[in-house]
């Protein structure tokens, strides 16, 4: 396993650490379930906007609460270990409910990204509270079209014999 795959309080740590180093830590959360060119384009966008970047990874049983029956197709230790051998991921943190907002208060980031599937006012409105508490900065990084895990899925078994 590697050593960028932390627990929320490990997490929290070295948040502590590098904004005491002057350092911007950037976040981000997604379910990351078949890891396509859009996510990989999505997070090199991310960590572009700071010293380092922390993804919260949706853990099994919230995916299978957010995306459906039949998800994820990946177990969560894999999706963090494939994660976390991007050169632009510095830390990923499972976690086990639907939304980040844990992780978020652990990561306590200077700068949170979403995609453009979102805006700041369809963010859950615990994750913004707790952003605007922290004084986070939220950012959107335009959607990759013609990139989705949903997509995907459709097109393997559209493509079933």
Do not use: H
């Given at each position: 396993m590697s050593a960028k795959i932390v627990g929320l309080e490990e997490l929290s740590e070295r948040s502590?650490?590098?904004?005491?180093?002057?350092?911007?830590?950037?976040?981000?959360?997604?379910?990351f379930d078949l890891l396509h060119v859009g996510h990989v384009r999505y997070l090199q966008a991310a960590r572009a906007?700071?010293?380092?970047l922390?993804?919260?990874?949706?853990?099994?049983?919230?995916v299978r609460e957010l995306k459906?029956?039949?998800r994820p197709i990946t177990a969560e230790r894999d999706r963090a270990e494939i994660l976390a051998a991007l050169q632009c991921v510095d830390l990923v943190t499972i976690f086990p409910e639907p939304r980040?907002?844990?992780?978020?208060?652990a990561s306590h980031p200077a700068i949170y990204v979403k995609g453009g599937d979102y805006?700041?006012?369809?963010?859950?409105e615990?994750?913004?509270?707790?952003?605007?508490?922290?004084?986070?900065?939220?950012?959107?990084?335009?959607f990759?079209?013609?990139?989705?895990?949903?997509?995907?899925?459709?097109?393997?078994?559209?493509?079933?014999?």
């Open positions: 502590k650490q590098l904004q005491a180093a002057g350092k911007k830590l950037v976040a981000t959360n997604g379910c906007l700071g010293d380092l922390a993804v919260g990874l949706n853990g099994d049983r919230s459906g029956k039949g980040a907002t844990q992780f978020i208060a805006t700041s006012e369809t963010l859950n615990e994750e913004r509270t707790v952003l605007k508490e922290i004084g986070a900065e939220i950012r959107i990084i335009p990759e079209a013609g990139y989705s895990t949903s997509r995907l899925l459709e097109q393997i078994c559209e493509n079933r014999p």
